[in-house]
């Protein structure tokens, strides 16, 4: 741990941060670490490849939100969590309307 370098962000003055709200915080916060840290020369080999073949390639943070009903599963991703709620409930939706489970 000597060598572990640490940051400090400050909330806003009139943040009223609950244990779960700084619990969620610190997960956000070392997942962002994570994704720009610690790549193995294998997804780094990856996606030259894929650039290679013409594919653009984004990784980043995204949302998920997930809906059940019985067996049935429905999933959608989104850049906020309102965009991924969203694109659920557009999902869940169509399925119901058109039959599906």
Not at 6 to 22: K, N
Not at 69 to 74: A, F, I, K, N, T
Request: charged share 25%; with cysteine.
């Amino acid at each position: 741990m000597a060598n572990t370098q640490f940051i400090e962000v400050p909330l806003p003055e009139d943040a009223r941060a609950s244990h779960m709200d700084l619990e969620l915080l610190k997960a956000m916060l070392h997942a962002i670490v994570c994704l720009h840290f610690e790549w193995s020369s294998e997804s780094e080999k990856n996606i030259q490849e894929l650039e290679h073949d013409g594919w653009s390639v984004h990784v980043g943070p995204t949302w998920l939100a997930l809906c059940r009903r019985g067996q049935s599963l429905e999933q959608a991703t989104g850049r906020t969590p309102d965009e991924a709620i969203a694109r659920l409930y557009h999902e869940a939706r169509f399925d119901t309307r058109y039959g599906c489970p």
